[in-house]
Structures are given as structure tokens and as C-alpha cells.
């Protein structure tokens, strides 16, 4: 079946700080890659996604890289700031459904 | 992008009563939507899929007599907790399809409490 595993939080820090939030997937066939984000008491916002193997998606200074050979979709960033304070969910999707990762809180101190 | 709208934001009643949310998709049609459910600190759980015209499809061990779903037009599901007991307190997120660039569209949420 499909799944996404993602490093447990939270994840606490310092502005300016370099960010990996890791995470790898189990998929049957080739499934889209995506990064949602969720603000306190807010719903999901897309983040950046990935259709295809070796393609990068940006946003907002967030990359991650879809590696078949490693199931993976690393997120990263190379200067949080304190506004990048939320939850991030992997997902993948087969198809129309979505599969989530357990989220990854994140915060960043001033 | 394209905005799907929650309505309400939140809702508080009481035990044995039943609460109607609505998800709208306000700049496209969407043939599919989705109603999750989502715990504090936890992820979404996929609780059905509505089509457009046809029977909503249930999750394993979500009960379809107490979540109603009803997805009448393009634009609009429903989801209806029926005499909901403070266990179906949660936040529940629908999302609608967009088969144009195959992307999922979230709404805000609706944070559902039941005293």
C-alpha cells in the first residue's frame, strides 16, 4: 500500500538556521510528491510539489527533490525565519486520493 | 490558485445534536471532494471521498450513518455529524479536485466542538 513517513517532531530552530524535515514514502507505481504547510488554527496550504523523479519543487525559499532510488522528499531551506513557524505534511498521490504523513512541527525562535 | 471556502469556521453544540458543514469550491468545478478529519498534533485521516451525483465512499471504520455527505452540484458538498457526541469533536478539512493541473485544493477547516 502507500505510505509516508516523515521525522518526528518537533523541530525547534534558531532564525537563520539551516531546515531538513526528511521524508520517505512506500508507493506502488509513480505517485505525485507534495509539501503542505498548516498554520495555527489554519487549514493546508501546498507548498511545493513534484510529479516526476528527479524533479525539484521551490517555494518560498523550501526545495525538495523527488529521489526514486531513495523513496525520499527531503524538505529543506537554508534560512528559516520565524514566520516558517508550523506544521509541515508529506503526501503523496497516487491518483486523485491523498496520502499524509504524520506532520512535522517546526518551530523557529528569534 | 484556486479557493475552496468552509462554512462554518467553527461550531460549538451540544451532545445529541446535529452540525452541517459546507465546502464549496469558489472558482472551479470539482467532481470530487474529500472530508478529513484531523486530531490536535495529528495528521489528516481521509474519512470519504463525495462525487458529484453518487453515494459518498467511506473510509474503513468511518461510520457513513453518523458522517453524511452529500455532494450535490459541483461546487458544494456537505458534511453532516449526526447526534454528535463530544468523541466527534475535531477539525475537520474537506478539499476539493481540480483535474486540471490534478491538484487537491484544501479549505480552511472547521473546528467542531461538542459539549
Known amino acids: 500500500g502507500n505510505s509516508v513517513t516523515q521525522m518526528e517532531g518537533p523541530v525547534t530552530l534558531s532564525e537563520e538556521a539551516f531546515l531538513t524535515i526528511n521524508c520517505t514514502y512506500t508507493?506502488?507505481?509513480?505517485?505525485?510528491l507534495f509539501w503542505y504547510v498548516q498554520y495555527p488554527g489554519e487549514g493546508l496550504q501546498l507548498l511545493l510539489k513534484?510529479?516526476?523523479?528527479?524533479d525539484k519543487g521551490s517555494n518560498k525559499g523550501f526545495e525538495a527533490t523527488y529521489r526514486k532510488e531513495t523513496t525520499s522528499f527531503h524538505l529543506e531551506k537554508g534560512s528559516v525565519q520565524v514566520s516558517d513557524s508550523a506544521v509541515y505534511f508529506c503526501?503523496?498521490?497516487?491518483?486523485?486520493?491523498?496520502?499524509f504523513g504524520p506532520g512535522t512541527r517546526l518551530s523557529v525562535l528569534p | 490558485g484556486a479557493v475552496v471556502s468552509q462554512h462554518p469556521s467553527w461550531v460549538i453544540c451540544k451532545s445529541g445534536t446535529s452540525v452541517k458543514i459546507e465546502c464549496r469550491s469558489l472558482?472551479?468545478?470539482?467532481?470530487?471532494m474529500f472530508w478529513y478529519r484531523q486530531f490536535p498534533k495529528q495528521s489528516l485521516m481521509l474519512m470519504a471521498t463525495?462525487?458529484?451525483?453518487?453515494?459518498?465512499?467511506?473510509e474503513q471504520g468511518v461510520e457513513k450513518d453518523k458522517f453524511l455527505i452529500n455532494h450535490a452540484s459541483l461546487t458544494l458538498s456537505t458534511l453532516t455529524v449526526t447526534s454528535a457526541h463530544p468523541e466527534d469533536s475535531s477539525f475537520y478539512i474537506c478539499?476539493?479536485?481540480?483535474?486540471?493541473?490534478?491538484?487537491?485544493?484544501f479549505g480552511p477547516g472547521t473546528r467542531l466542538t461538542v459539549l
Open positions: 478539499s476539493a479536485y481540480f483535474s486540471g493541473n490534478n491538484e487537491q485544493f
Open positions: 463525495s462525487n458529484e451525483g453518487s453515494k459518498a465512499t467511506y
Open positions: 472558482d472551479f468545478q470539482a467532481t470530487t
Open positions: 508507493a506502488t507505481g509513480y505517485p505525485s
Open positions: 503526501a503523496l498521490t497516487p491518483g486523485q486520493n491523498f496520502v
Open positions: 513534484a510529479t516526476k523523479a528527479d
